[in-house]
């Protein structure tokens, strides 16, 4: 009953989570500021392709350590979960160390946002919302 319990609280949570992290989400992926229709668009210098181009590795190479921490983290989650008799105590715990990687992950997202934006600033940021919002109905609905 109690496992059933956590489960469905981590369920919940882990179902909330892209709504909480949409923010960070909304960027582009990828070195979008390479593509040369974007990068024209946006009216971006070279200089502000490679500031671009040293965030990104810096975040990448961030998120891939996040992440392997995260996947740490919820292994060691199943592995208590599954565990007889259940230790609630040590569940609730585990899951308090899921949940604060998986904020510092989403929280180096945004970040990564907001350097974008800072790097490029408030006008063309509002431009590439409104190319990502565009790419990504191109993508969803086949090309128009």
Do not use: C, H, T
């Not at 059933?4 to 709504?19: D, E, H, Q, R, T």
């Amino acid at each position: 009953m109690l496992k059933n319990k956590l489960v469905w609280i981590l369920f919940a949570v882990v179902s909330l989570f892209p709504v909480v992290s949409r923010a960070a989400e909304d960027s582009p992926a990828g070195r979008w500021w390479r593509l040369p229709q974007v990068a024209a668009q946006l009216n971006l210098s070279e200089q502000e392709k490679q500031q671009l181009d040293s965030l990104y590795l810096e975040n990448r190479k961030k998120l891939i350590d996040l992440k392997s921490s995260l996947e740490r983290e919820r292994l060691v989650l199943e592995d208590i979960m599954d565990n007889e008799p259940l230790n609630e105590q040590q569940a609730f715990e585990q899951f308090r160390k899921l949940n604060k990687v998986r904020s510092i992950l989403v929280e180096e997202r945004f970040r990564y946002f907001l350097e974008v934006r800072k790097i490029i600033g408030s006008d063309r940021f509002q431009k590439l919302k409104l190319l990502a919002d565009a790419f990504r109905k191109r993508d969803r609905f086949g090309r128009e």
